[in-house]
Nanobody
């Protein structure tokens, strides 16, 4: 059973930085795609950043130039470096991974990011 554990959330002032980590375990098959999502109170969950096999990386327009997604395959971890944070970045951030060969995907439990103005 694949397990995802996010960490790194917290409270930061506007303009500050945070780095989120998502440690995966139990991954018998390769993780073809790893994403970060976020959900603010009263809003739908939205895709923030994607990193996939072959070097594909993509970001939501709202975070381009401020957030960086990366992965360390040796550590089975995906990261989200967040800088120039804004109050509107406040949300619960979730890690999501997909094992394409068996067509399964998994969610982490989420980590709260709060940006104060």
């Amino acid at each position: 059973q694949v397990r995802l554990v996010e960490s790194g959330g917290g409270v930061v002032q506007a303009g500050g930085s945070l780095t989120l980590s998502c440690l995966t375990s139990g991954t018998t098959f390769s993780l073809d795609e790893m994403n970060w999502y976020r959900q603010a109170p009263g809003k739908q969950r939205e895709l923030v950043a994607t990193i996939a096999n072959g070097g594909y990386i993509n970001y939501a327009d709202s975070v381009k130039g401020r957030f960086t997604i990366s992965r360390d395959n040796a550590k089975n971890t995906v990261y989200l470096q967040m800088s120039s944070l804004k109050p509107e970045d406040t949300a619960v951030y979730y890690c999501w991974v997909r094992q394409g060969v068996i067509n399964r995907d998994y969610w982490g439990q989420g980590t709260q990011v709060t940006v104060s103005s």
